[in-house]
């Protein structure tokens, strides 16, 4: 299955995006979804995850408060809410499935099965 993200572009500091995160033909009911970044010369990072089921998400330090992960069955797609963006939230945004049927997940890169080609999110005034 091919993942497509959407909803990158240029925001202001203190600004807010939405991403999307779609499998075009598939359904995402037996996937878990995480959201990933990789900034320019850093590694890739685990941002959050949402469960198969929607019951559970995780959310690592770095964005917990801020960002917030949704799912829409209904549409097979998942969102990631971005508030409060900073500078350092600059980075290309990924998703990717985690075959995981149930009420857990994880942001965990080697863990994924498949990958989104990634949108890019600037946070800059």
């Known amino acids: 299955a091919q993942l497509v993200e959407s909803g990158g572009g240029l925001v202001q500091p203190g600004g807010s995006l939405r991403l999307s995160c779609r499998a075009p033909g598939y359904s995402l009911d037996y996937w878990g979804i995480a959201w990933f970044r990789q900034a320019p010369g850093a590694e890739r990072e685990g941002l959050a995850c949402?469960?198969?089921?929607?019951?559970?998400?995780y959310y690592a330090d770095s964005v917990k408060g801020r960002f917030t992960v949704s799912k829409v069955s209904a549409n097979h797609t998942v969102f990631l809410q971005m508030t409060s963006l900073k500078p350092e939230d600059t980075a290309v945004y990924y998703c990717?499935?985690?075959?995981?049927?149930?009420?857990?997940?994880?942001?965990?890169?080697?863990?994924?099965?498949?990958w989104g080609n990634g949108t890019l999110v600037t946070v800059s005034s």
């Open positions: 949402i469960s198969s089921l929607g019951g559970y998400t």
């Open positions: 990717a499935a985690q075959m995981l049927h149930g009420d857990s997940c994880a942001a965990a890169e080697k863990q994924m099965t498949y």
